[in-house]
Each structure stands twice: as C-alpha cells, then as structure tokens.
C-alpha cells in the first residue's frame, strides 16, 4: 500500500527561525508531490508544488526533493506566528495520496 | 484560479433528516472531485472518489447508500447524508482536480451538526 509518512509533532520554532518540515513516500514511482497548509478549522490550501529534484523557493518557502531518497522537505524561512498550522504533505501517482500532516506552532 | 465553493458552510439538522451539501469548481471544470470528512483533531478521510458522468468509487467502511453522491457537470458534485445521525456530525471538505498543476484544491468545507 503506498503511504507518505509525517511526524505528526507538534514542531516549535521560535519566530523568525527556520521551520523545516519532512515528508517520506513509499512509491518510488510517484511524480508530483504538493504541500498543503490547513489553519485549525479551515479547509486545506495549497501552497507549494514541485515535480523536479532540488529545490524550489517560493517567498519564504522552499520545498526540496530527492526522489532517490523518497524524501520532500518544506522550509519556512523567517517563520512568523501565522505560519502555524497543520502541513499536510501530497504525492502523487495514479492519485494523489495525503500524509497525516505536521502541526506547525511558532512561538512568538 | 483554482476556485472551490461549498455550501453551505454551516448546517445544523434533526437527527434522521437528509443534508445535500454542493461542491462547486468556479472557475475550472472538474472530472474528478474528492469528498473528505475530518473530525476534531483528526486527519483528512477520503470517504469516496466522484468522476463526472459516473459512479463513485467509495472507500473502504464508508456507506454509499448513507452518502450519496452525484457529479452531474463537470463543475458540480452534491454529498447527500442521508438519516442523518450524530455520529455524522463533523466537517465536510470537497475538493477538485485541477489540470496543472495536476492536483487538488480544496473548498472550504461544511460543518455538518446533527442533533
């Protein structure tokens, strides 16, 4: 069964600290992978998108893939109180797969 | 882009009632939409897969003769709990395939309270 795995946390990083959140994936033949953001009762939101290995930065995220290692990362540069919430890491195959997501707390 | 609506946002109703909850793309088409449900602190639960046009695939536990699902248009899929009870209540999100980047986006869900 194909899984994608997240520590659930919660992670605590100080404001204005670098938050890095992990993802692993059991496919290897998985093609796209997708960070989510959900705010505590709201509906989940996309907020990044990365199909190549290396990185890509958007503002202050950057996600990382190494598909030889089946790993994705998700940094959050200059982390601000808003950015606490859950982070769901997406892969996907033939469909898309959710992991479990990390709670995300920023102290302020 | 990439906009998902859903309404209601808010229902409250009797237990043994019907509740149709409308999931919207409103401004891409749709084949596929996902339906989810997610209780207080826990995670996303795929409960059924929604292709225009078909039926829906449902997963595993979940009662497709409880939760009726229609995707008439490619921009419209409806959840009907029926006979609702209070184990039912809890937030409903419907989501929708995109075409690039090929992935899911998100309405923003409806809590459902079944008294």
């Known amino acids: 069964q194909k899984e994608v795995e997240q520590n659930s946390g919660p992670l605590s990083v100080p404001e204005g600290a670098i938050a890095s959140l992990n993802c692993t994936y059991s496919?290897?033949?998985?093609?796209?992978f997708f960070w989510y953001r959900q705010y505590s009762g709201k509906s989940p939101e996309l907020i990044m998108f990365?199909?190549?290995?290396g990185d890509k930065e958007d503002g202050r995220f950057t996600a990382q893939l190494n598909k030889a290692s089946q790993y994705v990362s998700l940094l959050i540069r200059d982390s601000q109180p808003s950015d606490s919430a859950t982070y769901l890491c997406?892969?996907?195959?033939?469909?898309?797969?959710f992991g479990k997501g990390t709670r995300l707390h920023i102290l302020p | 882009g990439a906009v998902v609506s859903q309404h209601p946002s808010w229902v409250i109703c009797k237990s043994g009632t019907s509740v149709k909850i409308e999931c919207r793309s409103l401004?891409?088409?749709?084949?596929?939409m996902f339906w989810y449900r997610q209780f207080p602190k826990q995670s996303l639960m795929l409960m059924a897969t929604?292709?225009?046009?078909?039926?829906?695939?449902?997963e595993q536990g979940v009662e497709k003769d409880k939760f009726l699902i229609n995707h008439a248009s490619l921009t419209l899929s409806t959840l009907t709990v029926t006979s609702a009870h209070p184990e039912d209540s809890s937030f409903y999100i419907c989501?929708?395939?995109?075409?690039?980047?090929?992935?899911?986006?998100f309405g923003p869900g409806t809590r459902l309270l079944v008294l």
């Open positions: 989501s929708a395939q995109g075409q690039a980047p090929e992935t899911q986006y």
């Open positions: 997406a892969v996907r195959d033939d469909k898309i797969i």
């Open positions: 401004d891409f088409q749709a084949t596929t």
């Open positions: 496919d290897r033949g998985s093609q796209s």
């Open positions: 929604s292709n225009e046009g078909s039926k829906a695939t449902y």
């Open positions: 990365i199909y190549s290995n």
